[in-house]
């Protein structure tokens, strides 16, 4: 299923930057909230996991996150793109 999907590369593009050092050292999340957006103009998918991990990061700024997840998201055929939104939302568009 698509939510799986992009649950997974949101855990990937969150190790890739810890790796790169752009994000520090936590335990990643068990739990990412994939859900719909009720406007289309805001993608297909949304996810407001930068903004549950800024205490895991100790970084204030939920949109830094978001960015940091954005630089190292893996390149995936069914994502088309996917953007920063809001104080730290990231809309997936199929």
Request: overall charge neutral; proline content about 7%.
């Amino acid at each position: 299923m698509i939510t799986e999907t992009l649950k997974d590369l949101l855990l990937s593009a969150i190790k890739n930057a810890q790796t790169a050092g752009d994000l520090p050292d936590f335990e990643p999340p068990t739990s990412i909230a994939i859900e719909t957006p009720r406007n289309k103009q805001h993608g297909d998918y949304s996810s407001n996991i930068a903004l549950t991990l800024k205490k895991a990061t100790g970084i204030n700024d939920s949109r830094q996150i978001a960015q940091k997840i954005i630089q190292h998201f893996p390149t995936n055929p069914h994502v088309n793109k996917f953007e920063l939104a809001g104080p730290g939302f990231l809309n997936f568009y199929l």
